[in-house]
């Protein structure tokens, strides 16, 4: 039986208790949760109980539930499905699950697709889509995998094709024939579906925080020179990065055509790297993490530095210079793979490796697919020594959200390849993958569009990884100071804004990952009635308390704003850029300039930030608490050393509206870890101009109290903000004028909309006028 070494073998709990299963002949039932079952047929009756590759847990508590048999039929009944078995091979007249709050409709059958005319939407598909393999070279949108997301309240995923898990680790081939299907009855309780699907396949992994901050990659035959001296403009102009991505060009690419095409390599390019060593430790003493690119497909040839060891394990005389074809069907060359070729690099200071695998699906072993196997051991290897594991691929199937960073691909740059990405990354989470990267700015082809790379540079801020990347064509780089001042400023701002919410971002991972939550969601998981909520695809959750909603247009002409729809749920919100407050409840048409994006902040929210001059991703000696007028709040800020199951400190902020009061709390757990005093801004927003409070120093352990004395409810400055507009926009003097005579006149909104509507204004420019004196109301 072919073996793995210890660490690169998964936990699994693959055994139901005998107490949640239901044997009835040839078929087998087991209730892993009310909402979920696993229905199973087997040819010669043996079931599957070990570990897959999607599923590694099923030893859950048993729910309750109920079995009535009658001869061959068999039912099963809990508080959220009914499971009607009538005897025999699995069709769609021997077997059914109900889900109970839908409705006659909201049946599963084996092998008939849910009726879409039966959703409830008119215009939402039934089945809500999960995520695909790859978006390269896509212009736009691309068809996307199942999710467990359906309007019809039942889902099913499918796991009869995968490779079970031995006990050493290894894939091991399955019954043919065996059917194993896993039925998500949930509801509309979307969330919960995605929880139940990380009970059974694990949570998705805790990023490391370098991997929260901004990424720079670029197609580039970078030498050392210039990449050092890219990074010191970077410092020079205070743009912040945590991880130095280097692509392909950093190994041997131009080689003896005996051996091939230099796409796959492992030996530095000295002349394009003299001292690589002393490259990656000098990046490293910039607060950077490195990750260089490989497309592992060719194997180690004879003229890499790796070879004659990687021969030597392998068996090959190293004199015949056959090659050290890759091969990860085979544990042998698994582990010389990464003793002989990796460890040595790791060694040296390669921090995690960006595995760019494009050959396909198959390999020696029926059914394994090379990237999933790639992904599997490259995820568990990196966290050999207790550091938190990171790998950067490609999506390779449901369960892939346990082996993050996602690669999405080579994406063309073009408006419609952003206005897909917000959606594209927010379903992704229907099937439990969160941590997508993608090329921010585009890879390859399309127009320079400085306002284009500005809106995608604002979408990478908010969203799970931010990588900027450009090709290798001359004008291809995505440097801020390649664009014209205004979208260099905007850029700059965004960019430097993402350092300062690693503190929150790593608390968000981190809690995300134990209440088994994606930080990215699409917005209908909170409001699964509304069709509105449907209809807003590129707003999305970001963490638990905001709503982002990236600008994915141009600008209009006159307002010089862009619009997005967006849904807001009941309750007050706050725009955290312009302090205008909205009720919820209701889809708003959001208008913006370059220079912002809707990030609506729940009342009585609490984000902490970095100071405004701290940039790294290492703990802070400053925060800036921005908290949200209009209700209580209350913070856990959770900090730790930044190891698997490491120590960590915990830090409680608290607000109340009906006093102003705010309370830093001590910080409990390992306090060594942060700094002993830190220095505390505080900023409240939503309640006319922002009210700030300098505390200065607090005592880690002590912490402090402090009241915002001024006004604490809703003011929107309506005229203020309405005559600011006003001023900047692209139209008629005159106008203008007009406009302002009639807010001068009319005080009351209904008066105000209903003038407005009457005058023979540009369609932008009413759409950001009405915004701003209905956002209330």
Known sequence: MPTLPAHLRLPTSPVAPAESVVTSGNARFTVLTERLVRIEWSPSGSFEDRATQVVLHRDLPTPRFRVHRDGERTQIFTSAFHLDHSGGEFTPQTLKVQELTGGYHSVWRPGEEPDSKFAGFVGIPTQLGGTARTLDAVDGATEVEPGLANTLGVASLDDSSSLALDDQGWVAQRETGAVDVYVFAHGHDFADAVRDFYRITGPQPVLPRHALGNWWSRYHAYTQEEYQQLIERFEAERLPFSVAVVDMDWHLTEIDPRFGAGWTGYTWNRNLFPDHVGFLSWLHDRGLKVSLNVHPAEGIRAYEQAYPAMAEALGIDPASELPASFDFADPAFIRAYFEHVHHPMEDEGVDFWWLDWQQGSNSRIPGLDPLWMLNHLHFLDSGR?????????????????????????????????????????????????????????????????????????????????????????????????????????????????????????????????????????????????????????????????????????????????????????????????????????????????????????????????????????ELPESLELRIVAGADGRYELVEDDDRSGGRQARTVFEYTQSTGEVRIHGATGDVELVPAHRRYRLVLVGAGVDQVVELGEVGTETGARAVFE???????????????????????????????????????????????????????????LRELLLALE
């Open 710 to 768: 001024g006004a604490r409810e809703a003011d929107n400055r309506v005229d203020e903000r309405a005559l600011a507009f006003l001023d900047q926009a692209q139209m008629p003097i005159f106008t203008k004028e007009r406009v302002r005579q009639l807010l001068m006149e009319h005080p009351g909104v209904g008066a105000r909309v209903a003038t407005l509507a009457e005058m023979e204004l540009a369609s932008d420019v009413a759409a950001v």
């Open 385 to 617: 020594d207790g550091r938190r594991p990171l790998t950067f691929s490609r999506y390779a199937g449901p369960g892939s959200h346990r082996y993050p960073v996602g690669f999405s691909g080579d994406t063309v740059i073009s408006w419609e390849s952003l206005d897909f990405q917000p959606w594209f990354t927010s379903t992704a989470s229907n099937i439990g993958y969160d941590w997508w990267s993608h090329d921010i700015g585009g890879h390859m082809f399309g127009t320079k569009d400085d306002e284009l790379a500005t809106r995608w540079v604002q979408f990478g801020v908010f969203s799970p990884v931010n990588r900027l990347h450009a090709s290798n064509g001359v004008f291809s780089g995505k440097e801020p100071w390649r664009f014209n001042p205004v979208a260099e400023q905007v850029m700059g701002d965004f960019l430097r804004l993402r350092h300062r919410m690693v503190p929150w971002l790593f608390t968000e991972n981190l809690v995300g990952s134990q209440e088994l939550r994606p930080l990215v969601r699409p917005v209908y998981w909170s409001d699964p009635e509304r069709i509105e909520a449907y209809a807003a695809r590129n707003q999305y959750w970001f963490g638990r308390d905001l709503l982002v909603a990236p600008i994915t247009c141009p600008v209009e002409q006159q307002s010089q704003y862009a619009p997005v729809t967006t849904w807001l749920p009941a309750g007050r919100w706050v725009d955290l850029f312009t302090g205008l407050a909205y009720t919820g409840g209701r889809a708003v048409t959001m208008h913006r300039p370059i220079s912002q994006i809707p990030v609506m902040a729940r009342a009585g929210a609490i984000i902490p930030l970095t100071g405004v001059d701290w940039l790294r991703v």
